[in-house]
C-alpha cells in the first residue's frame, strides 16, 4: 500500500518544486509509460519508504529525478522551520540493490 503512489511515472514542467510528504509509503512508477518522459528537476520525497522503478529495458523513454539545494534548500529550510514536514532533520538516504540500477551519462 502506498500513500502516494505515482503508476504512470511523474513530470515536472518549467523546474516547478514538487514535494512529496506521506506517513506512509511513495511510489514512482515509470514501468510501461511508453508514450513519454517521466522527469521532476526538483523533488523532494519525506516518507517512512519510498519506492523507485524506472522504464522497462525495451522502452526508450527515461525517469530522471533531480534535486537541486539552490532551487529546494530555502523552501525545505522554510517549511522545516514551520515544522510542517516531518523527519526534516533526520539525515536518510537510499540503499541501492546491485544489479537493480544503471546510472547513464547523458
Known sequence: MAGVWFFGGIRSEDEVPIILVSN???????????TSEGQAE???????????????VASVKTLALSYDPAVMGP???????????????SAGGFTLLSGSWQELTP
Open 24 to 34: 506512509d509509503r511513495v511510489v514512482i512508477e515509470h514501468f510501461e509509460n511508453y
Open 42 to 56: 526538483n523533488l523532494s520525497v519525506f516518507a517512512g519508504n519510498v519506492f523507485l522503478m524506472g522504464p522497462t
Open 75 to 89: 523552501l525545505i529550510n522554510a517549511l522545516s522551520r514551520e515544522r510542517a514536514l516531518p523527519n526534516s532533520s
